[in-house]
């Protein structure tokens, strides 16, 4: 009989992750709704890439790295950005930690299993690849701008500086990757509308 393997239950814990640890939210984020949000945001991306830029991307893949990409937090808790990238020092030595971990969800997987979910993990060889990994950093920063945006919209303060940080990074990636220009320009206004205006026969 094959022993129990506890990867799938760990990582069920995401949802008692909170994000933000050092902002004063009106509405916390688990690390489980944020995957989710990122998931549909990298998989939007490629889509577009794709449609729009003729490249080939494995659209469904980076939906999958999307849902693990902070897996690891469940072992390292979510360390805030400021702290993360202090200094290069920091950021290698979180680095190191946060491979340690996933390392060690892996490992809670049976060997025969084990392979198909490194390729989740792990990056792979390839242009493609890497590109479509980068997609995946960006919609991580997406997702983290709508949570500000969101915030501001409900009248906290605490996140104005967040998003102004994290937009500009973003405008920064747009020039090189269309993909996020497309989605920052199509889809992100969209954010903080209220549902009837969403639903309103007058949009698209």
Not at 107 to 116: A, I, K, S
Not at 176 to 203: A, H, I, M, Q, W
């Amino acid at each position: 009989m094959a022993a129990d393997s506890h990867f799938f239950a760990t990582v069920s814990r995401m949802k008692y992750i909170e994000r933000w640890a050092l902002m004063r939210s009106s509405r916390p984020e688990n690390l489980s709704e944020h995957a989710t949000d990122v998931a549909m945001i990298a998989h939007a991306l490629c889509v577009i890439g794709n449609i729009r830029y003729e490249r080939k991307l494995n659209a469904e893949k980076a939906a999958l790295i999307s849902l693990y990409h902070d897996a690891s937090e469940i072992i390292t808790g979510d360390m805030p950005t400021p702290v993360k990238y202090a200094n290069r020092r920091i950021s290698h030595a979180y680095k190191e930690v946060e491979e340690r971990a996933e390392d060690s969800l892996l490992m809670q997987l049976p060997g025969d299993l084990r392979p198909e979910f490194e390729k989740i993990f792990r990056s792979s060889e390839g242009d493609e690849e890497a590109y479509m990994r980068r997609l995946v950093k960006a919609a991580d920063k997406i997702a983290a701008l709508i949570k500000c945006l969101e915030e501001e919209a409900a009248g906290n303060t605490e996140f104005r500086k967040a998003a102004e940080s994290i937009k500009k990074k973003l405008e920064e990636e747009a020039e090189n990757y269309p993909e996020v220009r497309d989605f920052l320009t199509e889809f992100l206004p969209s954010y903080g509308k209220t549902l009837d205006e969403l639903l309103s026969d007058e949009n698209p």
